[in-house]
């Protein structure tokens, strides 16, 4: 019955896509089921096939390798912060810092040119069998390595020469970004598979969505690619390039954090005087339950548990996914509680595995007002409630879609 359920739901999820749409009769459904198949495979090949389970762990385990390397620079640096004193991981040792490895080693696979070439041949892979436009393949491929406003910042050029609708169908695809750069961070809180598995189901649910929300019909004249990186423009030295990342992920480290404590903060504010009522049931996470429990419920649990991840997913949506997994990452890791169930540990991983949250509207919008013109600035902005419900939406699809193997 709750299988049902869950596939009752991608139908509900892609329907209230349908209504949103900017412009119903423009939808290309051959290009939107033929996507929509593919996630399907993919979550199948992932969740059920034996080398597609490899595949995920592997990549995971290679991604917590990772952090146990990144762990040699920190005991050489702050050896006493290794050794946690509350029973839980230490946020900032293991989530934080092994970030300085990690940016300056993508940075330095795309300074080689390695992730461009992974990045044009996959986006022109992708653009072939989902029938859209090549740029907007590429950069579905390419946010996933460089981040929403820094795969936007490399992109001046083309979309400085692309239309408004087509900047528009960008926006709503940043909105499920995720990038390899915080994977890691990832894969130390909640299960790494299940992240992995989130990724490329994120990359296909931001194209369908977009398709269906903001269809955009082109021309083979304006399907080029005016440009995906600076190639042509003379190298920076490599270690003026270096420090710059190691630079650049500092400030990341230090925006995260921030954004963590203020967030968590601010919500035990407004819980605190909620709480001022006298009304017990009144706080956030009961606010947030009630609002998205027919989502959760749709996404294939009974009352009980589909309210108690609600409340999870609202969270993430007001504050952010890093929130959300510092308080599930004990439970879930240890499979107890509502999450002794792998249907719920699966959908919860998926649905938290992107930036589709508020505070990533501002930095979508901020982005293209520094990137592009005033009118395409204004036509994005005038659509933020939409902006957001994409994000929603690829995320409850990917849930759906990879809940459908997991039971």
């Known amino acids: 019955m709750l299988l049902l359920v869950n596939i009752i739901g991608i139908f509900v999820f892609l329907g209230i896509a349908y209504v949103f749409s900017n412009n119903k009769k423009a939808i290309d459904w051959r290009a939107v089921i033929t996507i929509v198949g593919l996630e399907v495979v993919l979550a199948w090949f ?3 096939f034996s080398l597609g389970r490899d595949v995920v762990i592997g990549a995971a385990n290679g991604f ?52 461009p070439w992974i ?56 909105m499920s970004c995720v990038t390899s750069a915080i994977i890691g961070a990832y894969t130390q809180m909640v299960p790494g598979a299940y992240v992995l598995t989130a990724i490329p189901l994120n990359i296909l649910g931001s194209i ?109 949506l007001v504050t952010n996914e890093f929130v959300v997994m510092g308080k599930v990452t004990k439970d879930m890791l240890a499979s107890r509680g509502v999450f002794a169930n792998e249907h719920a540990r699966v959908v919860l991983t998926v649905f938290l595995t992107s930036f589709a949250n508020f505070g990533t509207l501002g930095m979508i919008i901020g982005a293209f007002k520094s990137l592009v013109s005033k009118e395409k600035t204004d036509f994005i902005s005038s659509r933020v409630p939409q902006l957001m419900l994409s994000g929603v939406l690829v995320s409850l699809l990917s849930s759906a879609t990879a809940g459908l193997f997991a039971w």
């Open 208 to 316: 369908v969505i977009a398709a269906i929300l903001n269809p955009v019909q082109i021309t083979p004249e304006e399907d080029i690619v005016a440009t995906i990186h600076t190639a042509g423009e003379k190298k920076e030295p490599f270690f003026s390039f270096l420090g710059d990342s190691i630079l650049g992920a500092g400030k990341l480290i230090l925006i995260i954090a921030a954004t963590v404590i203020s967030f968590v903060s601010l919500a035990a504010l407004i819980d605190q005087l909620f709480s001022l009522t006298g009304f017990k049931w009144l706080s956030l996470e009961n606010i947030f339950g009630t609002i998205l429990f027919p989502f959760a419920w749709l996404l294939g649990f009974n009352v009980q548990d589909a309210f108690k991840l609600a409340q999870f997913m609202g969270t993430k």
């Open 119 to 174: 990045v044009k041949w996959i986006g022109r892979g992708l653009s072939f069998i989902t029938r859209q436009p090549k740029f907007e393949s590429f950069f579905a491929i390419e946010m996933m390595f460089l981040g929403n406003t820094e795969v936007l910042a490399v992109s001046r050029a083309q979309l400085q020469q692309m239309s408004v609708k087509r900047n528009y169908t960008l926006a709503l695809m940043s």
């Open 64 to 115: 917590n390798w990772l952090m146990k390397v990144a762990n040699e620079g920190i005991a050489f640096a702050v050896p006493d912060w290794l050794q946690p004193t509350t029973g839980s991981p230490n946020f900032v040792t293991s989530v934080l810092l092994p970030i300085l490895l990690v940016v300056p080693l993508f940075d330095i696979l795309t300074y080689l040119g390695i992730l």
């Open 46 to 48: 992932f969740m059920k």
